[in-house]
């Protein structure tokens, strides 16, 4: 079973930049999809990238589309998400998911999930 460490999360102005990083450990990373979603206060989490664990294709949401970069490191078992050009309305906490066999944006399709690393933009 793997267990998933977010970090990178912080506080920084809009239109700053931030990484956040998914460290992986109990199970083969290459062999999972790997997500990112997020959920603000008071609202349900939400998609917001992942990347396939063959090609590595990723999927964006359209509101972070040019914005943020899902990327893995098979190596270092870590995925990231580069954030540019962040916005207030981007103030979440920001969980990684990994999932076996599903690939996509359906937050039920994931089964490993990390704690979580809150991100605050200011405006």
């Known amino acids: 079973q793997i267990q998933l460490v977010e970090s990178g999360g912080g506080l920084v102005q809009a239109g700053g930049s931030l990484r956040l990083s998914c460290a992986a450990s109990?199970?083969?990373?290459?062999?999972?999809?790997m997500a990112w979603f997020r959920q603000a206060l008071g609202k349900e989490r939400e998609f917001v990238a992942a990347?396939?664990?063959?090609?590595?294709?990723?999927y964006n949401a359209d509101s972070v589309k040019g914005r943020f970069t899902i990327s893995r490191d098979n190596a270092r078992n870590t995925v990231y998400l580069q954030m540019n050009s962040l916005k207030p309305e981007d103030t979440a906490v920001y969980y990684c998911?990994?999932?076996?066999?599903?690939?996509?944006?359906?937050?039920?399709?994931?089964?490993?999930w990390g704690q979580g690393t809150q991100v605050t933009v200011s405006s």
């Open positions: 109990g199970g083969t990373f290459s062999s999972y999809t």
């Open positions: 990347i396939a664990r063959s090609l590595g294709t990723t």
């Open positions: 998911a990994a999932s076996r066999l599903f690939v996509g944006s359906r937050r039920n399709g994931y089964d490993y």
